[in-house]
């Protein structure tokens, strides 16, 4: 069964660092996303992506925080400058379709554990 | 705004039945879905209801009612790997972001 893949699974950085973190979407869905979870705490959604731009994103994806689809397979998250309360969860997920309408899952990666020293 | 207000935690014995409610106060509702978590891992979907009503899948059902902004899951013949946390999560019309729920962290006991 296609899944999404996350690297890497573990990310330690120190404050004030850059960090990408990847993604390779299920080959066929055309809509990406970023969620993070800070531990104990809830899944929350960063920015949605499609067709090479960003179609929605949160008040959590400030500057800081950039998305990109370098190839025909990878999604990539750039956090610059990380800071301490970047420490969290990075769900990478995708779906087939929109909010067109009707319910499209959005499949979910295993995720990339951040933490920023 | 839009939140989604879960239990906390849930107890059951396995071969048990649990319920996990789920009410919510959003605008512009597109649909009620659930999302399992194991520690350390994805959030997985387990199941969407557009409409009113029950939709089953296998042990697992899930319950809405627009009109008192609820929703549940059912969990039958509970087994010690359906410990887990359970997320409902709902979306706005036209958006794409998914909102989840405080979740609740359900306990299975042998």
């Known amino acids: 069964e296609p899944e999404v893949t996350q690297t890497p699974s573990h990310q330690v950085t120190q404050m004030g660092q850059e960090v990408i973190l990847r993604c390779v979407p299920i080959?066929?869905?055309?809509?990406f996303y970023w969620y993070r979870q800070i531990l104990g705490q809830k899944v929350e959604f960063l920015v949605s992506?499609?067709?090479?731009?960003?179609?929605?994103k949160s008040e959590i994806f400030d500057d800081q925080f950039s998305v990109e689809r370098p190839d025909g397979s990878n999604f990539t998250l750039k956090i610059r400058s990380t800071k301490l309360e970047d420490s969290a969860m990075y769900f990478c997920?995708?779906?087939?379709?929109?909010?067109?309408?009707?319910?499209?899952?959005?499949?979910f990666g295993p995720g990339t554990r951040l933490l920023v020293l | 705004g839009q939140s989604l207000e879960q239990p906390s935690e849930v107890t059951a014995v396995e071969g048990a039945i649990v319920q996990i409610n789920c009410t919510y106060q959003?605008?512009?509702?597109?649909?009620l879905s659930w999302y399992q978590q194991h520690d350390g891992g994805a959030p997985t979907f387990l199941s969407y209801?557009?409409?009113?009503g029950l939709e089953e899948t296998g042990r697992f059902s899930s319950f809405l009612s627009r009109s008192d902004s609820y929703g549940y899951l059912l969990l039958q013949e509970l087994q010690m790997k359906d410990s887990a946390s359970y997320f409902c999560?709902?979306?706005?019309?036209?958006?794409?972001?998914?909102?989840f729920g405080s979740g609740t962290r359900l306990l299975v006991r042998p």
């Open positions: 997920a995708s779906s087939l379709e929109g909010a067109s309408g009707g319910q499209e899952t959005q499949y």
């Open positions: 080959s066929n869905h055309l809509y």
């Open positions: 992506f499609y067709n090479n731009e960003i179609s929605e």
């Open positions: 959003t605008s512009g509702f597109y649909g």
């Open positions: 209801n557009a409409l009113d």
């Open positions: 999560v709902t979306r706005m019309d036209s958006s794409y972001k998914l909102i």
